[in-house]
């Protein structure tokens, strides 16, 4: 079956604009969540989905938002980006909270200019 | 989460057995140890876990001291496909908030021809 979608796979941005990434997690998976990932720093979690609903948030400035859709995909949105925003952004699912296997997209590759 | 300390970097002869350690000396009794790898330019993707027996499947084997300190990841006949970084984590099982994983740096493994 089909795995962790994350589109695009490449941005350019510039400074202060705004942006949304979208994951399409594995059918039958319930649970979404996010990462960021830079140099040096490892994966840094963001925040989970369930049911539509934000389970838990990492320590990011409320510019970094999500939401979830009834049919379990998600997007996220950085608004006024900034030059540290520049990271790989991964996406993981899995089938419920009790899950402790997570599934990950390709990630998206967010250059900010 | 009890916290993981990898070598950095690790070098492989292709065909040889690869043998990358972690150490997670605070690790809880009821803490597990999972294992993944980033090969560049993907997400991590789940090689094991494991509670305090040796566990094996068709991706590597997993060892665990009896004080459940440390832990070996092994991938009997590493090829130039087992290139990634490898990540430790340990996470309770069924405890669901990503939110406390800490993920660390890996250790980047080179499988050389």
């Known amino acids: 079956k089909a795995g962790v979608t994350q589109t695009p796979r490449y941005l350019i941005k510039t400074r202060g604009q705004q942006v949304t990434l979208s994951c399409s997690p594995i059918?039958?998976?319930?649970?979404v969540s996010w990462y960021q990932q830079t140099p040096g720093q490892g994966l840094q979690f963001l925040f989970e989905y369930f049911s539509e609903t934000q389970r838990n948030k990492g320590n990011f400035p409320g510019r970094f938002s999500g939401r979830q859709f009834s049919n379990s995909r998600s997007e996220m949105n950085v608004s006024t980006l900034e030059l540290g925003d520049s990271a790989l952004y991964l996406c993981?699912?899995?089938?419920?909270?009790?899950?402790?296997?997570?599934?990950f997209g390709a990630g998206t590759r967010l250059s900010v200019l | 989460d009890a916290k993981t300390t990898q070598p950095p970097s690790m070098d492989c002869a292709e065909g040889r057995a690869a043998n990358l350690p972690c150490n997670h000396s605070?690790?809880?009794?009821?803490?597990?140890v999972y294992w993944y790898r980033q090969i560049h330019s993907q997400g991590p993707q789940y090689i094991i876990h494991g509670l305090k027996n040796n566990e094996t499947n068709e991706m590597a084997s997993l060892i665990i001291t009896e004080d459940r300190k440390s832990s070996t990841l092994i991938l009997p006949h590493a090829t130039l496909r087992d290139t990634a970084v490898y990540y430790c984590i340990v996470r309770p099982y069924n405890a669901g908030n990503n939110r406390k994983l800490i993920w660390g740096l890996g250790t980047s493994l080179a499988v050389n021809p």
């Open positions: 059918s039958g998976h319930r649970s």
């Open positions: 993981a699912s899995r089938r419920g909270t009790g899950e402790n296997i997570q599934y």
């Open positions: 605070t690790i809880s009794g009821n803490e597990y």
